[in-house]
């Protein structure tokens, strides 16, 4: 399985960036896509999150701004961010789970760094 993230760099606050995430190896329809993030000195967290077919979940921190979205003809999630603050600076991550327990299987990508500043 490989998760290919692109789509960070520098951004001004108020700034727009779209992050891309490039699935391979799996069935697709299968796993939840999910964006985490994980600033200096913090834990990872969840951004957002969406299931095949099922409803986006995000953080409230990012709701109102950002918004994700899947592909499933390319194999592709996205995370549109919009309205950035410098508190958004992070490297993010895409993932892609399913299943829970010893049945659990997830997935991560390198991450790609975002750093909103003036």
């Known amino acids: 399985v490989q998760l290919q993230a692109s789509g960070g760099g520098l951004v001004q606050p108020g700034g727009s960036l779209r992050l891309s995430c490039a699935a391979s190896g799996l069935v697709f329809g299968l796993y939840t896509m999910g964006w985490y993030r994980q600033a200096p000195g913090k834990e990872r967290e969840l951004v957002a999150d969406?299931?095949?077919?099922?409803?986006?979940n995000y953080a409230d921190s990012v709701q109102g701004r950002f918004t994700i979205s899947r592909d499933s003809a390319k194999n592709m999630v996205y995370l549109q961010m919009n309205s950035l603050k410098p508190d958004d600076t992070a490297v993010y991550y895409c993932?892609?789970?399913?299943?829970?327990?010893?049945?659990?299987?997830?997935?991560w990508g390198q991450g790609t760094l975002v750093t909103v500043s003036s």
């Open positions: 969406i299931p095949s077919g099922g409803s986006t």
């Open positions: 993932n892609a789970d399913r299943g829970s327990g010893i049945a659990r299987r997830s997935f």
